[in-house]
């Protein structure tokens, strides 16, 4: 039985939001510093909301929000980015509430966001980027068929303000078997 659905940012509550991301901050301290920064408080928390929703209006980002349905919390967050219509590709990036992690439900959100953006979005390419040491990351992309392309060197500024390798998966809508 699924124990978790998924929301859009409109069913998203500032207030459910900030608490997800203030009891993981140490957790994605290095991996979401943008997300981090941008809701420091509730006031931060609702413009960044906001800004996600204006996002997903003119077709720039799309957000994914995996919730827990027998407690109804907010439990992860998967955002489609750097969206490249000439090239047809895009980026997915993704956390999960620490005390969620190991369920297999970050391999399902990212299974369901290729849907959309191969069968949506008709994208070509979608990637991922990951540290060198993220092994949990390393295996949802993994899973999803994604194929290590590379690594890239001091691409990524980590939350502690360090430039770090990063490992890039790429996945090509001809290689993409749902
Ligand atoms: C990376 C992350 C999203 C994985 O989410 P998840 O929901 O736990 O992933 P899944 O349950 O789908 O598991 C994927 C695999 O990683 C493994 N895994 C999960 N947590 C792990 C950990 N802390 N260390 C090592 N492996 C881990 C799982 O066992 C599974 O492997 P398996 O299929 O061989 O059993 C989660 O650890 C997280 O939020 N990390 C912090 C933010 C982050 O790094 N985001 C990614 C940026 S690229």
New binding site residues.
Partial sequence: MKTWKTDGITNILPEEFYALVAR?RE??A???PVTLAGCTDFESTVAFLLQGAENVENGTYYYFYPRDISSGKLI?YLVVKNIDRHVSKCEL??????D???????????ANALIFCFETLLMNKVY????TT????Q??AL?NGFVQEGILKEEFKNGDGLLEDIVYFGLLKSDYII
């Fill in positions: 993981n957790h994605i290095k991996t979401f992860g990036g993704y956390f999960i509430d620490k969620f992690q190991g369920l297999g439900i970050t391999s399902k959100l990212v991922i980027c990951t540290s993220n092994t949990a990351s295996k949802v899973k």
